[in-house]
């Protein structure tokens, strides 16, 4: 009977498990939303995705973080109604003739790409596939031409979604429209007619007209959606004119752009003045971005130790000591720039009809901004779409429960996603996979337009032969590795343990990086005597005041080969020699790049003190450097020896010419990987080397620290608290310009706490002619901050006479001039000491190949459109499994 | 026993309470993710907050909370990891992957346990015994996610027997199904076998050179009589509770497996809501999961009194 209870228990156990189950199994497809529920539209992008970015601070990766090459792709996956699927043949491949899939591996899936309103790279993804912009990028070829450039080797922009290209009508628009306020002098660059693509249709054949573009527009800027993409339409180059009226209709108005002292000149109190906490980079007390520069509650800033200097700051102290009038930011711009009144509250239902955008027909817009854009940049921003379908996305759109704020379901599920770009979202499952197929409804595969001519044949083949693309969650790189091999996956991104085999595959494709990583040394002098200080640290035998020193920092940038670095951690990359990376393009319209030029070049020279007179030409010279001299090193560590003595930082008590003290140097680690290891590995070997037979012999050392985490290890650094890591920058990829602020903005700078870069004076000599003022060869003298400002388009006041060195308004040669001089300065510091470009390498499936082979930094190698299969899904089947089941690359 | 188990009931609810109290409290308390400096989104982003209320009181914020709860039976809405997506619903369509990779792991997992467990303990200090300890050792001391990598690389990459990841889909009872969870399902296997299996050997060892054992043999009951009677009977007081704590574990996901597997379920969820501070899916999820714990907490103990009628929950004497 007993017996019998104990059965029945994990019998109704079972069950009950069972029943939980298949209630949760439910929902029928592939879709995580119940069908029943709204259907819903598609997307465009707001165009965002293609703009250049803030530069954020990387750290240097153990590998390439991505596990397929460009656009790329893997296994096979979701809609197994749709697709042959392995798991029928319990691991074997099989595939329909005449089906072309390209199946990528993600380590994270898409799970909201609404184009108003994604915030991550990751859900944009789908974007890439399902949308058009209104223009396009394309290689140029002979069908489509560049004068002066050999096929394949530039890029041609052409109207997509658009039917022509944009026709400048400010004048027009100035005078039928002044509720665009466009300015009285302004005669071109404000205003834009767009004839549309009349043949543009959604994926179940709805057509896309000029209402469509209104209505997303607005649905965009809906003061109720807070849609995250509004920004990217009302900040930066391309701002709808009008559009932050009606987006903060109703709100505080916050203005900047005046001193604290202006402010209380206007009578304004010091109460009423906000401070913006980004400038500290915390929050204000009650969580907002601003706070009262009267209020006094204390704030734990997170990047300072607890019982250091400023772990508790207020809205009050940081305007008293710094921005206020009295502190040491009075007038510097920053003050400007960070403090803020509320001077009145933007218009209360602010009319939709003032937003700079409105219709001229039926397949026509015009598009107001609220600054003058034209030529590439426009061209640039135009080449997303901010489109939605309308009953989707109205369906779609609830409150959230007793609060001001709305949600929506667009863009999460296929019942909620509506194409109109090259391919069609027909399955999604939740962190799992996505699958699109060919949307027969683009215009682009039946308009003559969208075709190439080979470079290797000569003849003229359609774009996007891929029929569908699997996509599918493959988060461990090793599963890649093994999917890869048995010709289920379309690319694989080496990790450091492959490098041996593969490198120097046919398969393998180098992919440049923007990101130059450098060492950073601590030179926060104060603070590493207080670490010094500490009950723990044995100053008899370990030191760290050493680093701080000039000579040193010098030896150590010649300590190591560059290239031998990178091979032997990483050999997708190659050696640094310069703050800004080899693939920073300055011109767009040409694709120049900025490591290209005469001046990038001369400052290299400079700073590695290459003689170029002894080389035939400056290119040679460039190309000469190494960053290696192990006999200036030793001489070097004997100088900062000597020194280090003189300063009391090491002692060397026996008179043996050997420091008593050892080097220890932490290195900010995010995470202690086999990455750091191996580094660390490598660092340290190579210092012994070097040093021996100097007073450092064996005596200087690198050390990981405890794992910091993201952004702990950037803290770390800033604060002084670790000594020093591999890291660089990313982004703003056609704007090298913008980087100076990375190296003389204190907001930005890793060693603001040691290095002013208001105290480095930097004189030039520039013709003022490339300023539009009269020719005149004259010797401009302004510290390093100012230079940066004036080169990001800031009036600099300097001896009585203003200076402004933007863009538009200086010749782009005098800017390359300032920007190679700033590098240079900032070089000198060796607070930065340039180690590693940025790269990867990936393996690219025997099923396809690129077009081109070159890598392009707009275009890439062309992405999915210029793929090409030498294998349809059933011949590669039979392709693999004749190759024993298991692929050699 | 019926007194017993309202009086802790009652206890789960307040202690339910107490434990949403103050993780909602503490995560509200938590300063917004700051964004890079001059990041253009950041006063979208105030703006968003600002309209979910997350400048209110705290305490109102929570009254909203549980009002939303129980008069909608609203959890929320992800804002972070599954913009605009229901939370509830989103993490019950990712249970039954989860809960069918560990059901099976668990259906596999007693009856081997359990055998190779009496098996050694009914060979007890034999080269068989020492075999089987050794190698639950073993098993034990490697972490699952080995034996993913292994059972991957062998079964999936060499011999193709399995396909590398779970299928896409929702035919979660299909036969292909079934397959491509096998190596998933056989990766938590060995660790629960390995336990059902030490655990059982352990107190049936204890069991049988116990007095009574002695006794039942001397009435006249074989050996086999003697054991499956009355040494097995008395080791499933602990072997039962640990499978029912099996059970409550199926809906908990394992975070290492579901990666390498690719298993659509929930067993990151937790996790990422953490790491991604998705406040609405954390609490839903901790909610969840407390409720669990402290559930799980009195079926064991209730279990213990049905298993064992000597041990009576709840009386004075």
């Known amino acids: ?889 | 026993m019926v007194k017993y188990a309202l009086k802790r009931f009652a206890l789960m609810l307040m202690t339910l309470f107490i434990i949403t109290a103050i993780c909602f409290v503490l995560i509200r308390l938590l300063p917004p993710v700051q964004l890079p400096l001059g990041d253009p989104h950041t006063e979208v982003v105030e703006a968003r907050r600002e309209a979910l209320g997350y400048n209110r009181p705290i305490l109102v914020q929570f009254g909203l909370y549980l009002k939303a709860i129980f008069t909608r039976g609203d959890w929320g809405i992800s804002d972070k990891l599954y913009l605009g997506q229901d939370v509830l619903k989103l993490f019950i369509s990712k249970l039954p992957a989860t809960m069918l990779v560990n059901l099976y792991s668990i259906i596999f997992s007693i009856p081997i346990g359990i055998a190779l467990g009496v098996f050694a303990a009914l060979k007890k200090n034999t080269w068989i015994d020492h075999a089987i300890s050794t190698l639950t050792m073993v098993v034990i001391s490697v972490p699952s996610f080995v034996y993913a990598f292994l059972l991957q690389y062998f079964l999936s990459y060499k011999i193709s027997l399995f396909p590398f990841l779970m299928k896409g889909g929702t035919d979660y009872f299909s036969w292909s199904m079934f397959v491509s969870m096998l190596p998933a399902v056989m990766s938590l296997s060995f660790g629960s076998i390995a336990g059902f299996t030490r655990t059982t050997r352990a107190e049936l060892t204890e069991v049988l050179t116990s007095e009574f054992m002695l006794l039942a043999r001397t009435k006249g009951l074989t050996k086999r009589q003697a054991t499956v009677r009355h040494a097995f009977k008395n080791c499933m007081v602990v072997i039962v509770p640990a499978i029912f704590g099996s059970f409550v574990g199926i809906l908990g996901g394992s975070f290492i497996i579901e990666k390498i597997f690719s298993v659509p379920g929930v067993g990151s969820l937790y996790i990422n809501s953490i790491n991604g501070r998705d406040y609405p899916l954390f609490m839903m999820l901790t909610v969840f999961y407390t409720t669990i714990g402290l559930a799980s907490g009195i079926v064991v103990d209730i279990s213990y009194g049905f298993i064992d009628p000597r041990i009576r929950m709840g009386s004075k004497k």
């Open chain 1, 1 to 889: 009977m007993r017996k019998f209870a104990s059965k029945k228990v994990l019998a109704v156990s079972l069950a009950t498990a069972m029943a939980v189950s298949m209630v949760g199994c439910g929902d029928k497809g592939n879709s995580e939303q119940d069908p029943s529920s709204t259907p819903v539209p598609t997307q465009g992008t707001s165009g965002d995705d293609k703009k250049d970015a803030t530069p954020v601070p990387t750290q240097a990766p153990s590998t390439g973080d991505e596990t397929t090459p460009t656009n790329a792709p893997d296994e096979t996956t979701p809609g197994a109604e749709v697709t042959p699927d392995p798991v029928a043949d319990l691991g074997e491949l099989t595939g329909v003739a005449g089906n072309y899939t390209w199946k990528a591996a993600v380590g994270t899936l898409a799970s909201y790409w609404n184009p108003h309103d994604y915030q991550t790279e990751t859900d944009s993804y789908p974007l890439d596939y399902i949308m058009s912009g209104l223009y396009e990028f394309i290689y140029n070829d002979a069908l489509n031409p560049v004068e002066g450039k050999d096929p394949y080797m530039g890029y041609v922009i052409r109207p997509e979604m658009a039917a022509e290209m944009p026709v400048d009508v400010t004048e027009e628009v100035k005078t039928a429209h002044p509720e665009f306020g466009i300015p009285a002098s302004a005669t071109a660059g404000y205003a834009y007619r767009i004839a549309l693509n009349p043949n543009a249709r959604w994926e179940d054949g709805t057509p896309i007209n000029a209402d469509t573009y209104v209505y997303s527009m607005r649905a965009l800027l809906d003061p109720k959606m807070k849609n995250y993409r509004a920004s990217d339409y009302m900040d930066g180059n391309f701002a709808i004119a009008n559009a932050k009226n009606y987006y903060y209709q109703g709100t505080d108005i916050y203005t900047n752009g005046k001193t604290a002292q202006e402010w209380l000149d206007e009578g304004v109190s010091q109460a009423d003045i906000l401070v913006d906490m980004s400038f500290w980079g915390i929050s204000a007390a009650d969580g907002s971005q601003y706070g009262s520069a009267a209020d006094d509650t204390m704030i734990r800033d997170p990047a300072i130790p607890e019982g250091e200097d400023e772990d508790y700051v207020s809205a009050k102290y940081i305007y008293e000591t710094y921005l206020g009038p009295n502190g040491p930011y009075a007038g510097s711009g920053y003050d400007s720039q960070y403090l803020y009144v509320i001077t009145g509250t933007w218009d209360e239902n602010y009319p939709v009809e003032n937003v700079g955008i409105f219709k001229n027909g039926d397949y026509e817009i015009t598009i107001v901004l609220n600054k003058a854009l034209a030529g590439f940049n426009l061209l640039y921003s135009l080449s997303g779409n901010w489109i939605v379908y309308e009953p989707y996305y109205e369906a779609c759109k609830s409150k959230i429960g007793d609060t001001d704020a709305w949600s929506t379901t667009y863009c999460t599920s296929v019942e909620t996603t509506m194409s109109y770009g090259p391919y069609k979202m027909v399955a999604f499952q939740s962190d799992k996979s996505m699958r699109f197929e060919r949307n027969e409804n683009w215009y682009g595969y039946s308009d003559g337009k969208h075709v190439y001519q080979d470079p290797t044949d000569g003849q003229i083949y359609p774009m996007y032969q891929t029929t569908a693309i699997d996509t599918q969650v493959v988060a461990e790189a090793s599963t890649s590795k093994l999917m890869f091999l048995k010709g289920y996956l379309m690319g694989y991104g080496l990790q450091a343990d492959d490098f041996t085999e593969y490198r120097n595959s046919e398969y393998c494709y180098a992919t440049p990086r923007a990101s130059t990583y450098f060492f950073i040394f601590n030179g926060y002098l104060e603070v590493i005597k207080n670490r010094e200080a500490a009950e723990d640290f044995d100053k008899t035998k370990y030191d760290l005041e050493t680093l701080t020193l000039q000579s040193f920092r010098k030896a150590v940038a010649v300590t190591y080969d560059k290239e031998a670095l990178c091979t032997a951690i990483n050999p997708s990359r190659s050696g640094g020699y310069g703050l800004i990376g080899t693939t920073y393009i300055y011109d767009p319209e040409t694709g120049a790049r900025y490591r290209d030029t005469p001046q990038a070049k001369r400052a290299l020279c400079d700073f590695y003190s290459v003689d170029v007179s002894k080389f035939a030409s400056l290119d040679e010279a460039a190309a000469s450097i190494t960053g290696y001299d192990a006999v200036a090193a030793k001489a070097l560590y004997t100088q900062a020896f000597n020194e280090a003595l003189e300063k009391g930082y090491i002692t060397d008590a026996d008179n043996d010419g050997i420091s008593d003290q050892t080097l220890r140097i932490t290195y900010s680690a995010s995470v202690v990987d086999s990455f750091i290891t191996k580094t660390l590995d490598y660092l340290n070997e190579k210092m012994n080397e070097v040093t021996a037979g100097t007073p450092f012999e064996g005596k200087v050392v690198f050390e990981a620290s405890a794992p910091l985490g993201d952004p702990g290890w950037s803290d770390n650094i800033k604060a002084g608290l670790t000594d020093t890591v591999l890291s660089g920058w990313n982004g703003s990829l056609l704007n090298p310009f913008s980087l100076t602020e990375l190296y003389t903005d204190p907001l930005r700078q890793y060693d603001a706490k040691w290095f002013d870069s208001t105290g480095v004076s930097l004189e030039l000599e520039l013709n003022t002619a490339s300023i539009g003022a009269p020719a005149q060869v004259e010797k401009v003298t302004m510290n390093l901050q100012q230079w940066s400002k004036a080169l990001q388009g800031d009036t600099i006041q300097v001896g009585g006479k203003a200076y402004n060195f933007g863009e538009g308004i200086a010749d782009v040669d005098t800017r390359l001039e300032i920007l190679s001089q700033i590098e240079r300065a900032v070089l000198n510091t060796y607070d930065y000491i340039p180690m590693i470009q940025d790269g990867s390498m990936a393996l690219l499936s025997q099923q396809v190949y690129y077009v081109i082979e070159e890598y392009n930094p707009i275009l890439g190698r062309g992405g999915i459109a210029y793929t090409k299969y030498n294998y349809d899904d059933a011949e590669w089947a039979d392709y693999v499994k004749s190759q024993g089941g298991e692929l050699r690359y």
